[in-house]
């Protein structure tokens, strides 16, 4: 998800990253939709000095995410919880599930 309006320190921190390639929507959050919980969970990056998770990233002029810790709003959470919930009840009815109380057998894909 694209997120706008972070606050200036972030942007600056994002600045010195890119100078003056800098551009103030090139910052998002991962998210996915949890069947089990009902509920969205972040994707987050662990900082290897403090181990702490980071759930906010500016994408850089040359595609790298730099990840920040970030405190989000309920408002904002609120709004990744419905995003996430619109897609995945999206994609679930592209496989043919009528809604997500529904089960359906996905066709094995290649091995990783």
Known sequence: ?????????????????????????DF???????????SARLITDTDPETERGR???YIDAE????????DLSP?????VQDRCREEAALA?????????DSSIALSSGPVM
């Not at 408002?75 to 709004?79: A, R, V």
Request: proline share 2%; with cysteine.
């Open 1 to 25: 998800m694209e997120l706008t309006d972070l606050s200036e320190r972030y942007q600056v921190q994002a600045r010195e990253i890119d100078g003056e390639k800098f551009s103030p929507t």
């Open 28 to 38: 998002g959050l991962c998210a996915f939709w949890d069947l089990e919980s009902r």
């Open 55 to 57: 759930n906010v990233f």
């Open 63 to 70: 595609g790298e995410k730099h990840w920040f810790e970030i």
């Open 75 to 79: 408002e904002l959470m609120e709004q």
């Open 92 to 100: 679930l009815e592209v496989c043919g599930a009528q809604d997500m």
